[in-house]
T-cell receptor, first 113, second 113 residues
Framework: KQEVTQIPAALSVPEGENLVLNCSFTDSAIYNLQWFRQDPGKGLTSLLL?????REQTSGRLNASLDKSSGRSTLYIAASQPGDSATYLC????????????FGEGTQLTVNP | GAVVSQHPSWVICKSGTSVKIECRSL??????MFWYRQFPKQSLMLMATSNEGSKATYEQGVEKDKFLINHASLTLSTLTVTSAHPEDSSFYICSADRGDTQYFGPGTRLTVL
């Protein structure tokens, strides 16, 4: 059974810092991995999707890497801003047709002004 | 593109009543939709997979007679919480499958008094 772990569970940083969120998964037979953002009481916003054949994806200040063989992914946020404060969820998809996501517990990020 | 809506966004009901939550894919067709449940400060837990024109597939431990799912069209899935009790209070999120990823609705907050 696939298990997804995110470390740390919570993180508080001053504005402007670069930071790294970690995600690990037990079964490396994944099709893709996705990072989401969730604001309190809201749904999920997809940030980055990395296919199993890819090593990284970038969008603005965000960079996600994937090391499938070791079962790890990182989300790097550059020059953090208070608006980045949210919960970040990592999810892996093992299906080659359609998707079935297994989520981590999330990292709650607070960026202090 | 790829917008998913949920209605209502929040609902308060008395114990013993039934509540219906709608999930719509607004600009694409989805043969598969997913229903998740999220408790405070926890990650998303998959409840069931909703398939258009066929019966839903429920995850282990989820009562299918308690949580009725109907996927009557390619753009609409409904979740009905029957005879709701306070322990059913939670945040319910749906998603629609589009290729190799899911697009999430904004969630429905259910409070059972």
């Amino acid at each position: 059974k696939q298990e997804v772990t995110q470390i740390p569970a919570a993180l508080s940083v001053p504005e402007g810092e670069n930071l790294v969120l970690n995600c690990s998964f037990t079964d490396s037979a994944i099709y893709n991995l996705q990072w989401f953002r969730q604001d309190p009481g809201k749904g999920l916003t997809s940030l980055l999707l990395i296919q199993s054949s890819q090593r990284e994806q970038t969008s603005g200040r965000l960079n996600a890497s994937l090391d499938k063989s070791s079962g790890r992914s990182t989300l790097y946020i550059a020059a953090s801003q208070p608006g980045d404060s949210a919960t970040y969820l990592c999810a892996v998809n093992k299906e080659t047709s359609g998707s079935r996501l297994t989520f981590g517990e999330g990292t709650q990020l607070t960026v202090n002004p | 593109g790829a917008v998913v809506s949920q209605h209502p966004s929040w609902v308060i009901c008395k114990s013993g009543t039934s509540v219906k939550i709608e999930c719509r894919s607004l600009d694409f067709q989805a043969t598969t939709m997913f229903w998740y449940r999220q408790f405070p400060k926890q990650s998303l837990m998959l409840m069931a997979t909703s398939n258009e024109g066929s019966k839903a597939t429920y995850e282990q431990g989820v009562e299918k007679d308690k949580f009725l799912i109907n996927h009557a069209s390619l753009t609409l899935s409904t979740l009905t919480v029957t005879s709701a009790h306070p322990e059913d209070s939670s945040f319910y999120i749906c998603s629609a499958d589009r290729g190799d990823t899911q697009y999430f609705g904004p969630g429905t907050r259910l409070t059972v008094l």
